[in-house]
């Protein structure tokens, strides 16, 4: 409802979208389009059109403006895999083990080049996996991070998919979109060459998360939950780190969650009610 707001709905890939959600004076773009996890392993040509054409050609649209445009792209730890550091900084050499995590490090290489060749000023927001999101579970290996969390909250059973003790690395809503912003507001300068930042998370294994549930929600409501793996998401998401070293994006300014607990927390004061009152 606010009159600031122009919503353009369309195919991400159709250039007559970003002709249509661009104008002359577009100085930012927060570019979160994507095909996710699950779907681009299963869909390969899918995911390499959205995920790898489709931010090309967003890129070129931004070029084409002649002004240098911000571009704030969401990465993710899936441009990470294979046999990692206990703790990941963010100049490691990006390797994935899977289509979804390829598009992203190929899109991230890309960005670079176009914020090398003064094109767009570019920045690589790589975000830990968001939980506990709202809405309905989406194709995404790490879709139970939510579900196991959000499905018993709102009355319904969720599968785990993963071993109780496979280590995550998460963010809540609230914090994906205050570093967004933060991502938008730093200076270029403070970047320097590297313009890919590891965002601030919360270690945690799915068994403590379903603890963490149980101590907020009560052992009726963790009960709702079905341990149940799936061989296919453990491989995709055992392959992700589960901790980041931080300590550039903290001297950048951006923050994470202090605990899991609290981002429980966090979905219960920001979604719930919303749904209590509809």
């Not at 050499?93 to 090398?116: D, F, I």
């Not at 996996?129 to 139970?144: D, I, K, L, M, Y």
């Amino acid at each position: 409802d606010d009159p600031r707001i122009r919503q353009v709905v369309g195919d991400f890939t159709d250039p007559a979208l970003t002709e249509l959600a661009f104008d002359a004076d577009t100085d930012a773009v927060f570019h979160l389009a994507a095909v996710v996890s699950g779907q681009a392993e299963a869909e390969f040509d899918v995911g390499m059109r959205v995920n790898l054409d489709g931010s090309r050609q967003l890129l070129e649209r931004c070029r084409d403006l002649g002004h240098r445009p911000r571009v704030i792209f969401t990465s993710s730890v899936a441009v990470y895999g294979g046999d990692l550091p206990a703790t990941v900084p963010d100049d490691l050499a990006l390797t994935p083990r899977s289509s979804y995590g390829t598009q992203k490090a190929m899109a991230e290489l890309l960005l670079g080049e176009y914020h090398r060749r003064g094109f767009v000023d570019g920045r690589v927001l790589r975000l830990p996996t968001v939980s506990v999101r709202p809405g309905r579970p989406n194709r995404a290996a790490s879709s139970f991070a939510s579900g196991i969390i959000r499905e018993p909250l709102n009355g319904l059973e969720a599968v785990c998919p993963v071993a109780a003790d496979t280590r995550l690395w998460l963010m809540s809503p609230r914090r994906a979109v205050d570093c967004l912003v933060h991502g938008h507001e730093v200076a270029s300068e403070a970047l320097g060459e590297n313009r890919a930042v590891n965002l601030p998370g919360v270690t945690v294994t799915a068994g403590e998360m379903v603890q963490r549930l149980e101590e907020v929600a009560g052992a009726g409501v963790a009960a709702r939950v079905r341990w149940e793996r799936d061989p296919e998401v453990e491989r995709i998401v055992g392959s992700w780190p589960g901790a980041w070293d931080v300590s550039r994006a903290q001297a950048l300014g951006f923050a994470g969650d202090a605990d899991f607990t609290g981002i429980v927390r966090a979905y219960i004061e920001d979604d719930l009610p919303a749904k209590s009152a509809g």
